[in-house]
């Protein structure tokens, strides 16, 4: 199994900006691609933004966050950050951290789709005003 813990969420001004860090642990070798998602309330949970452990990287389908938000990893400290920048009042919501295995990884993970990460983190909150 892999545990997932974000760290790094809060409250901050439009145009303001938040790194959140997702540490892994367990069964780390068996992380084909992490995540991160949101949700904000009442919402569906919507696929942010992903990286592979070749170091490729994939948006989701927000359109809004394309050039704003960065993804990155380390593998040594086997953690993953989104590093989000000109924060706005829409960005406001959950954001959740999630791996998907190799014995798991298909189209769903690839189109960033919920189904397709099988290991989630308890989420962090990101308040924008």
């Known amino acids: 199994d892999v545990q997932l813990v974000e760290s790094g969420g809060g409250s901050v001004q439009a145009g303001g900006s938040l790194r959140l860090s997702c540490a892994a642990s367990g069964a780390t070798g068996s992380i084909y691609s992490m995540s991160w998602f949101r949700q904000a309330p009442g919402k569906e949970r919507e696929g942010v933004q992903a990286i592979d452990n070749d170091g490729r990287t994939r948006y989701g389908k927000i359109d809004s966050v394309k050039g704003r938000f960065f993804i990155s990893n380390d593998f040594a400290k086997k953690t993953v950050v989104l590093q989000m920048n000109s924060l706005k009042p829409e960005d406001t919501a959950m954001y959740y951290c999630?791996?998907?295995?190799?014995?798991?990884?298909?189209?769903?993970?690839?189109?960033?789709?919920?189904?397709?990460?099988?290991?989630w983190g308890q989420g962090t909150q990101v308040t924008v005003s």
């Open positions: 999630a791996a998907s295995t190799s014995d798991h990884y298909d189209q769903r993970a690839l189109r960033l789709e919920v189904r397709g990460y099988d290991s």
